[in-house]
């Protein structure tokens, strides 16, 4: 179950006091920038409503909406072994996980680092180096089984659009990736080709969205779950919808209209057009500078990728204007990235009410030294990046709920911020709290996030299991086949 903490977000406003009056006037218009009110989440949601249903529309919108042809709950009696790949942003990892039928699951699994040049390098040093991280996990588990295929459930967490379970055309790479030769593609047949090239026999059973896998996975487990989110490098969630309520398959499939259909979201891009989120200008910075401006900029408020580059562009203007750091070098600090989620957390987790552990961080990252109004000021500027991130997420929660009419249900979040991030679970429930004018504790939250089972493992096995289970049984796993031709048409591919 969930642990929501404390009642109410901390506040450490109190220990200010010592700060002097120039840095006290820059917290307080850090505070005005950074805080986002109950009236603006409000405003927040109803538009990203809108968004939500204009993604599933003929026309289309910025937020993709995804329809991922997952149209089975797990009913906890699955069994089988099947292989899951989870390409993430720093590591790939690939599991096996046997479904023991009542609702529980054995795993094994190995992780292979992902060098990071890989992430700006060419595609077939990508799908070369997952085929081998593949081939060396059979080899370790399964040696001399040559002749037997085997199914994976590939987790492909990129904005991927699908005629059917198992392809997926990048729309776009998201979270710094940028490979060439990939976007426009059906990423399947490039994993296949280079599996058949080095012999590897796997074959792609289902290819899936982390979130999509994140919320089977959690329904597996606790089956009042019913939407999936990631809070990590990236943002987005996943839930079910009818296919009567998603016009845009209209014409391209043979299905029931009350048939439920898993959709993902790809809510990362929801304002792309930029013109509701409260954007300050280092947001926008960071916008212009990344490898796709104008994408993502949901995304880029609140996902980890970006929480520790917003504070190093606001520290860094700080500087400029001779606030903090005065007389000292900060070429150090001037690198992009060079701070990450896990340094604001670690500021924010500092137990001393001198901040003795940011004092260190500075130094031995960067070798600058603090004193400690200056501290106090970083540490609240890490609370507000923070805050601010788990607000904003929780509208794009309350959105998909204030859609489906749902009132009350858990929903499996997973995903570096969320499990680590101080406090970032009982900020998105204060704001939940807020949205829906809910009264009693966080705890009494008629809809909960709460940690999720793995998606990318359990979550990608269940789904190549139901979809084996499904295509046994005659059923659909995607478009038709003239439906599938229109709409690949339609992509001018
Ligand atoms: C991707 C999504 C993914 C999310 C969380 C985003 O950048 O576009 O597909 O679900 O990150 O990993």
């Known amino acids: 179950m969930v642990h929501l903490g404390p009642k109410k977000p901390p506040s450490r406003k109190g220990s200010l006091a010592d700060v002097p009056r120039d840095l006290l006037e820059q917290i307080s218009q850090l505070e005005k920038l950074f805080t986002v009110d109950t009236q603006k989440l409000k405003a927040i949601v109803a538009h990203f409503v809108s968004e939500l249903e204009k993604g599933l529309s003929k026309e289309g919108g910025s937020i993709p909406m995804i329809p991922t042809w997952v149209m089975d709950l797990p009913t906890g009696t699955e069994k089988g072994a099947f292989l899951a790949l ?5 590591n790939l990892r690939v599991c096996e996980i046997t479904l023991l039928g009542n609702r529980d699951f054995d795993i094994v699994q190995s992780k292979y680092h992902m060098p990071p040049d890989m992430k700006t390098g060419t595609s ?32 492909f967490s990129y904005p991927c659009s ?7 055309i990048l729309q776009r790479w998201t979270k710094g990736f940028d490979i060439d030769g990939v976007e426009g593609k059906d990423v399947q047949p490039m994993l296949e080709a280079a599996l058949q090239r080095k012999k590897v026999p796997i074959k792609v059973t289902a290819l899936i969205n982390d979130t999509t896998g994140t919320m089977v996975a959690s329904n597996y487990t606790d089956p009042e779950t019913q939407m999936g989110v990631i809070f990590g490098t990236g943002c987005n969630a996943a839930y079910f919808d009818y296919v009567k309520n998603i016009p845009k398959l209209e014409g391209l499939v043979d299905l029931d209209p ?37 994408q993502q900029a949901f995304e880029k408020i609140i996902a980890g990728l970006y929480l520790g580059e917003i504070q190093r562009l606001v520290i860094l203007d700080l500087v400029n204007q001779g606030f903090i750091f005065e007389g000292q070098g900060v070429e150090n600090l001037k690198e992009a990235y060079s701070l990450d989620a896990s340094f604001l957390s670690q500021i924010e987790e500092d137990p001393f009410e001198n901040l003795t552990e940011v004092e260190d961080l500075f130094q031995s990252k960067f070798g600058i030294q603090t004193t400690e109004p200056e501290r106090k000021l970083i540490r609240r500027l890490a609370e507000l990046i923070g805050t601010r991130a788990a607000r904003l997420s929780a509208c794009g929660v309350a959105a998909i709920a204030q859609k489906i009419g749902l009132k009350k249900c858990h929903v499996g979040a997973d995903g570096s911020v969320f499990n680590k991030y101080p406090h ?26 709460q940690p999720a089972e793995d998606g990318s493992g359990v979550g990608a096995a269940l789904i190549a299991a139901l979809t084996l289970k499904r295509i046994q049984n005659g059923g659909s796993v995607g478009m038709t086949a003239d439906g599938e031709r229109r709409y690949l048409k339609g992509l001018n591919l």
């Not at 989870?86 to 720093?90: A, E, L």
């Not at 898993?262 to 989120?277: M, P, Q, T, V, Y």
């Open 162 to 168: 699908q005629t059917k379970i198992n392809n997926g």
């Open 86 to 90: 989870d390409m993430g942003g720093t």
């Open 424 to 449: 970032f679970p009982e900020r998105g429930a204060q704001a939940l709290k807020e949205i829906f004018d809910w009264e009693g504790t966080l705890e009494e939250n008629p809809i909960k996030v």
């Open 258 to 294: 009350e048939t439920p259909i898993a959709i993902n979201c790809e809510w990362g891009a929801f304002d792309n057009e930029h013109n509701i989120l409260p954007r300050t200008a280092y947001d926008i910075q960071i916008d212009n500078d990344s490898p796709r401006p104008n």
């Open 124 to 155: 077939e040093q990508l799908w070369d180096y997952i085929a081998d991280c593949l081939s060396a996990f059979l080899k370790a588990h399964h040696p001399n089984e040559e002749s037997h295929e085997f199914h994976l459930g590939f987790t």
